[in-house]
């Protein structure tokens, strides 16, 4: 029954990782980019807030996801079979939200959500480049955060080669 449990856990975990490095991915790539085109800057606006609210819960969702079941996965293994991979695929996973965010603002850039609200605040008065800058910074942000989960989701899937499971 435990081996089922950990399979199980292994399975969601990996899954989940694809999940968030697929949304990640896209959002940098299409999502983002295609609010450029937009004919208005509030629409931009309007736009870049709801896709930025609802890809921040979703992947958020997904990362405790992952962490939670790769972690349990570790921790329910027997202890010979309690592969290092488990525990550092799912600090990865779950640093890689957070922890890109925190290094951006530390570096010296400006808060995203601060940048986002400032640009709600706005109201119809919208400075169409305040829009670019701020959907370009936060492409950049999405390239970095799919480049780790794109890290860990290797790094399982390779585990998961090694353990025959």
């Known amino acids: 029954m ?13 899954i989940s990782l694809g999940i968030a490095t697929g949304v990640s991915a896209t959002l940098s790539t299409l999502a ?18 709801y896709l930025s609210h609802k890809s921040q819960n979703l992947s958020s ?48 850039g400006a808060d995203e959500k601060r940048q986002v ?11 169409g480049e305040q829009v670019r800058q701020a959907v370009e910074k936060k492409q950049r942000v999405e390239r970095v955060k799919t480049g780790l989960a794109g890290v860990a989701f290797a790094m399982q899937v390779v585990g998961l080669w ?4």
């Open 61 to 108: 969702y997904l990362r405790h996801l992952t962490a939670f079941t790769l972690f349990s996965a570790y921790l329910l293994s027997p202890r010979r079979f309690r592969h290092p991979y488990l525990l550092y695929t799912s600090i990865v996973a779950f640093v890689s939200g957070p922890g890109v965010d925190f290094a951006v603002s530390w570096t010296g």
């Open 117 to 127: 609200l400032d640009l709600e605040a706005q109201g119809d008065d919208v400075n």
């Open 2 to 14: 435990a081996a089922q449990t950990v399979s199980i856990c292994k399975f969601v975990g990996t």
């Open 162 to 165: 090694g353990d025959g499971a």
């Open 32 to 49: 983002l980019p295609a609010l450029l085109c937009l004919p208005t800057a509030v629409n931009a606006r309007t736009s870049l807030t």
